[in-house]
């Protein structure tokens, strides 16, 4: 029972120990004019699909409660409504008529489109990489503590947040950010990055 609840405390330390990502820079943010958002109205989410399976639920799970949290009437996800959206011949959010066709067939008002521009897996340095394997191989080799640099798991982000009558680009924000040492998505960080693009677009309204 001992070992059972030290086995318990241990596992939370640890988990409150790692490292977490975090947003490092703002690197675009674009608000139309007169940009307003009714939220008694419908929004879809479309979350990146060139990401593993596990990455791509992070993204669909943490983007839709983050929009959600919003106070959106109904939030929509690619996933759950893929038969709405084949049935509305909605194959791809690339052309125009394809958002427009949100509006016209399906009464969704706005769509948020999630791309990844970039992403920076974490890994060692050489220096470092060269270090470990002699602190592995070579007994008694003792590395310098100084010398193990490291590179974050980075991730720049593309939001774009499109009316769907008329196709309108309503807000375009770019954010990079460091994502968790085994190259996985920080499902806290989208969170703040979706809800900073909201933010912004607050800011910018009158």
């Not at 470990?132 to 974050?152: A, N, V, W």
């Not at 309108?168 to 770019?174: L, Q, R, S």
């Not at 950010?177 to 703040?192: A, E, G, P, Y």
Request: charged content about 25%; glycine content about 4%.
């Amino acid at each position: 029972m001992v070992s059972r609840i030290f086995f318990i405390i241990l596992f939370f330390t640890a988990v409150s120990c790692t490292p977490r990502g975090r947003i490092i820079s703002i690197n675009k943010s674009e608000i139309a004019p007169y940009t307003h958002l009714d939220l008694n109205e419908r929004i879809l989410v479309n979350v990146p699909q060139n990401v593993s399976q596990r990455d791509y639920r992070i993204f669909l799970e943490a983007a839709s409660l983050s929009v959600r949290q919003r106070g959106f009437l109904e939030v929509w996800d690619v996933d759950e409504y893929e038969l709405e959206l084949r049935a509305a011949s909605i194959a791809d959010f690339s052309l125009p008529r394809n958002i427009q066709r949100l509006h016209d067939n399906l009464g969704v008002s706005y769509f948020l489109d999630i791309a990844i521009v970039s992403r920076k897996p974490f890994r060692y340095s050489s220096l470092s990489s060269q270090v470990e394997y002699r602190e592995q191989m070579i007994p008694g080799f003792m590395g310098s503590g100084g010398l193990m640099s490291e590179t974050d798991h980075r991730v720049i982000t593309l939001y774009t947040l499109y009316q769907t009558d008329g196709a309108i680009k309503m807000a375009e924000f770019e954010v990079e950010s460091s994502h968790l040492r085994n190259n996985t998505l920080d499902d806290r960080v989208i969170k703040r990055e979706i809800q900073e693009l909201f933010n912004q677009i607050y800011l910018a309204v009158p």
